[in-house]
């Protein structure tokens, strides 16, 4: 028999309840699912970690990897695959959500040393931190349609398709680091 606690939103938690598997959310209101899991290593708790979110980008998905979580589902899961994962991981194994693990092994197989030139990782800098494209083109002294082009280039070798992939995926590669 397997017990389950569900971490949500709500309060669910029982006092003495061990449980070997428990449903942690990654967004809630006084903290979020990373330092929850974090936290539950710090203190030795045992039980395995099964993520269940709608956040699917790698931005969410490999902290909680790190952090400890034994596998990852969308919300959007039929019962029997949530069934199954929580089965798989109460006996330690990995599981992920098919749109998990082929958003992962997309980014993966990209690769992940190919260095952006230094023109392209200023306008990327430029894009996270809001600008434009006719404020990036103001602030490096280029025409706005060449910053389109330079944005082209990145997205090509980032493999998305928009601005905010774009920029999300530069900090998972680590072409941009946060500003502290």
């Not at 061990?18 to 006084?30: A, F, H, S």
């Not at 979110?53 to 034994?70: F, H, K």
């Not at 060449?146 to 280039?153: D, E, F, Q, Y």
Request: proline share 6%.
């Amino acid at each position: 028999m397997i017990s389950l606690l569900i971490v949500d939103d709500h309060p669910v938690v029982r006092d003495g309840l061990r449980p070997d598997v428990i449903l942690m959310d990654l967004r809630m209101p006084r903290t979020d699912g990373v330092t929850a899991i974090e936290e539950l290593a710090k203190r030795g708790v045992t039980s395995r970690v099964l993520v269940l979110t709608t956040y699917d980008t790698g931005r969410d998905v490999l902290p909680a990897i790190q952090a400890g979580a034994t596998g990852y589902l969308l919300k959007d899961a039929p019962r029997e695959e949530l069934f199954r994962a929580v089965e798989a991981a109460a006996q330690g194994q990995t599981m992920l959500s098919p749109a998990v693990a082929t958003r992962l092994m997309g980014q993966m197989r990209q690769p992940a040393s190919e260095p952006l030139p230094q023109r392209e990782l200023e306008v990327l800098e430029l894009i996270s931190r809001g600008s434009t494209n006719r404020e990036a083109a103001k602030q490096l002294f280029i025409s706005e349609a060449t910053v389109k082009t330079h944005l082209l280039h990145v997205y090509a070798k980032l493999g998305v398709n928009d601005r905010a992939a774009a920029v999300a995926a530069a900090f998972t590669r680590g072409y941009l680091t946060p500003r502290t």
